[in-house]
């Protein structure tokens, strides 16, 4: 079932599994809204066999955003909610707790430890032993309060 300009079914399943494996390098979930949208042109060709290739790209083009909004639509409902909303936000699991300084808060900015890691902190200038809470994580850095 291959049309005048050369391009059959197979080549768009082609496309559409290569999109997959490059998804399963790169994870970030396009590629595989866009390989289904390929396999999709594909089945397409096969019933329509006659299609010219530009309408077989407008489809593709159609097709990719289309099932890359109802991807991103479906992600965001049924798979965006978690448990554990800091799992992989590490300072931002210890938002809330207290903590003893071990060195002091000189100019803004010190140090604690917390379990097994030693954190920068940002916050009021405290003397070591003050207790601090910590309000936020800047990426790796904690921001504290001094607590009474």
Known sequence: MIVDDGIGFWHWWA?????VVVEMLAPGIYFLWMGIAAALVGFLLLALPDLSWQVQVLAFAVLSVGSVAIGRWVVRRYLGQTDQPRLNRRGEQYVGRVFNLEQPIVNGTGKIRVDDTTWKITGPDCDAGAKVLV??????VLRVERTV
């Open 135 to 140: 309000t936020g994580a800047d990426g790796v």
């Open 15 to 19: 496309l559409g599994l290569a999109l």
